[in-house]
């Protein structure tokens, strides 16, 4: 079992509507939890990171941890065709660190104008 | 400021050689990781150097080695190159202390192994 794991793409949604990437994961030590967008041929870029139980919400983007059923989750409200990409769930084992991330296998997102 | 730099960006080597990709992290940043990203296993971790000493390891056998020089700039080297060490590899910095949690990416090394 995959220590990251993340819903199976490829994820289309039309321009405009809520895209919802989910991710859970297996080790219960886990504190820092990160979402990445990797557009093909590109290096990962943080979205948002998120370390308490709840809602964290930057622009067009919410992160959504729940550690009590290991879960993390990324809404994208108002999808754009930019936003097409891979996005990429990381977690790591030590509050407030990015140094040492296990990553999920990614979900391909295709927002259609 | 200047991102993270990776050279070279590209590299094709012969199954047997060994390779030593290079990584210049962020001015200011003295951790380094590095990750391996292949279609098959995604983004796997290979090591963390802090202060030139390695902190952490991923599961990966002993040809994958790495050390961190005193400005912090880091190499990876791999040693009698298999076919499946083919590869994206990425290396990311990061600032070390309470709250900093941003790991900055380069734009990786493409090692193809013939």
């Known amino acids: 079992q995959k220590e990251v794991e993340q819903n199976s793409g490829p994820l289309s949604v039309p321009e405009g509507a809520i895209a919802s990437l989910n991710c859970t994961y297996s080790?219960?030590?886990?504190?820092?939890f990160f979402w990445y967008r990797q557009y093909s041929g590109k290096s990962p870029e943080l979205i948002m990171f998120?370390?308490?139980?709840g809602d964290k919400e930057d622009g067009r983007f919410t992160a959504q941890l729940n550690k009590a059923s290991q879960y993390v989750s990324l809404l994208i409200r108002d999808s754009q065709p930019s936003d097409s990409a891979t996005y990429l769930c990381?977690?790591?084992?030590?509050?407030?660190?990015?140094?040492?991330?296990?990553f999920g296998s990614g979900t391909q997102l295709t927002v259609l104008p | 400021k200047a991102g993270v730099t990776q050279t070279p960006r590209y590299l094709i080597k012969t199954r047997g050689q060994q390779v030593t990709l290079s990584c210049s992290p962020i001015?200011?940043?003295?951790?380094v990781s590095w990750y391996q990203q292949t279609p098959g296993q995604g983004l796997q971790f290979l090591f963390e150097?802090?202060?030139?000493?390695?902190?952490n390891k991923g599961n990966f056998p002993g040809r994958f080695s790495g050390r961190q020089f005193s400005n912090s700039r880091s190499e990876m080297n791999v040693s009698t190159l298999e076919l499946g060490d083919s590869a994206l590899y990425l290396c990311?910095?990061?600032?070390?202390?309470?709250?900093?949690?941003?790991?900055?990416f380069g734009q990786g090394t493409r090692l193809t192994v013939v």
């Open positions: 998120i370390y308490s139980n």
């Open positions: 990381a977690v790591n084992p030590i509050s407030g660190s990015a140094r040492q991330l296990t």
């Open positions: 150097y802090f202060s030139e000493t390695q902190r």
């Open positions: 990311a910095s990061s600032l070390v202390g309470h709250g900093n949690t941003e790991a900055f």
């Open positions: 001015s200011g940043h003295r951790s």
């Open positions: 080790d219960r030590g886990s504190q820092s």
